[in-house]
Every structure is written in C-alpha cells, then in structure tokens.
C-alpha cells in the first residue's frame, strides 16, 4: 500500500518554487500595512489642520471670534434692532466688536441707525455700547457724528452726547475751546428754591459766535446756586444750528463742559 501511495503522489516542489508561493502569500499583508499607515498619517494631518483652525462662536458662545457677525433682536413678531459689525470676539456672554452698525426700530416713526468704530454688546442685558468716531443718522434725513452713544434694547432707548465746542469748531472753523456758550433760559413759569429751580414749557438756549442749539420741553430743572446742569424732560424737541430737530424723551446740557446728552426712545 505503502508502495502504491509513493508511486501516485508528485513530485515534492523545488525550495524557489517553495519561496515564491510564500513570496506572493505575503505580499498582500505587506500592501494592507502601508495602506493602513497612510491611513493614519492623513489623518494626523486633517487634525492638526482642524487644531489649528481659528475658533468661532455663535453669539452667546462664551469665547470665540466671529467674522461679519451679526444678530436681529425681535420682540413678539416686531423687530427691535438688527445688529451687524466686520469682526466680533465672544467673551462671557459679551460681543466685542469691530465697525458697528446698529438700527433700531419703532413701531411709529423713522428708523435710527448709529454707526461706531467699535463697541460692546451685551447679550444677557441686551444693551450696546458705541466707541470711537459714532454717527447717528435716521430715515428722516438727521444725521449728526457724536461724541459717545449707547442703546438700550430691552427699554428701547438710545442715548448721545454731542459735543458743541467740537460742533461750532466743524461750523465756524474756529479752535474749539473760544466757543464759550451763552445760556438763556426762558418758560411759562418757574419756581426757585435753595437747591434747584424748576420750570414748566422750558426753552433752553446755547449760543456762541454765530451757533446756536435750543432744547425745548414739557418740564425742566437746574440745580443751584451755580446751574451747572440743566435737564429738559418730556416732550423734549432738540434744534442744532443747521435747523436740524430730534424728538427726544431728555435733554441734559452742561454747560461748563459744553456737551448735550440727549435720550431718545423707539418704542
């Protein structure tokens, strides 16, 4: 049996024949292992690349930059505000950003839009601070740069403080500190007491050297002895010297630092 089995089986194979099988067995893993490890290198790569990506934010996000970030603030189906500035860096629940345009809008009457170089927004408080070069124009034609501004979206009020010296230097070109205003006040009546006085249908005038600026309301009152500062209140109607108005719920003149503040509301 023996005998028969040796003379029916083949030949045994050669050892190159013998290399070659395991040769090409092999190949294969060899050819699955580098395609794993390019693999993995690629994806090393992608991850750095991710890694080193600038981070953003969505507002509200505690910490990130955003580039051309903006938010629209509505109340009910109203819009409030539409908000939108080049760059904005979130820092806790604070949008800091660069070249802000702001523009809010009543229900009745011209939207306001201010414009800064910069500014802060405040997302839980809902309210924006202006920096830099600001500039208040409305759909009614108004448009006057000012010295600070901020905006209060919850209480929809804007506030501005115009700075006259600077004004009647732009009108007259004069050196700012030789405009030293003149102030009249004139009313239906008054009443002076040891502290203050007060006024009913007040109109207060600034004037200096060809410029004037007038601020009218329903009430006012000026501290004393000396009226260092003088508050015009309901109802206030603010005319610069181009003849320009603005409506405004108060008016706050210094005239020691011949500065306005006027605030405005756009319920």
Do not use: H
Request: charged share 25%.
């Amino acid at each position: 049996m023996e005998a028969l089995l040796r003379r029916t089986r083949g030949p045994e194979p050669s050892g190159a024949v013998e290399r070659r099988v395991v040769d090409a067995v092999r190949r294969p893993r060899r050819t699955s292992r580098i395609l794993a490890a390019a693999a993995i290198v690629l994806f090393a790569l992608v991850l750095a690349a991710v890694l080193r990506t600038e981070p953003t934010a969505t507002p509200g996000g505690s910490k990130g930059r955003i580039r051309y970030w903006g938010q629209v603030v509505s109340e009910g189906n109203q819009v409030v505000a539409a908000l939108s500035a080049d760059e904005a860096v979130m820092v806790d629940g604070t949008a800091k950003v660069r070249v802000l345009t702001a523009k809010l809008f009543p229900s009745k009457g011209p939207a306001v839009t201010i414009r800064a170089e910069s500014g802060r927004f405040d997302l839980k408080g809902s309210r924006i601070v202006f920096d830099g070069i600001v500039r208040i124009t409305r759909d009614d034609g108004f448009d006057a740069e000012v010295s600070a501004a901020t905006a209060d979206l919850r209480e929809k009020t804007w506030t501005a403080t115009f700075d006259l010296a600077a004004r009647y230097a732009k009108t007259t070109n004069q050196k700012p500190e030789t405009c030293q205003p003149k102030t009249e006040i004139s009313a239906k009546s008054g009443v002076s007491s040891e502290e203050e006085m007060t006024f009913e249908q007040p109109t207060l005038t600034l004037s200096c050297a060809g410029w004037t600026f007038r601020a009218a309301g329903r009430s006012g009152r000026a501290n004393r002895p000396d009226p260092a500062v003088w508050r015009i209140v309901d109802g206030v109607v603010a005319t610069f010297e181009d003849g320009r108005k603005v409506e405004a719920a108060e008016a706050v003149v210094t005239p020691a630092d011949r500065t306005v503040r006027l605030t405005a509301t756009f319920k």
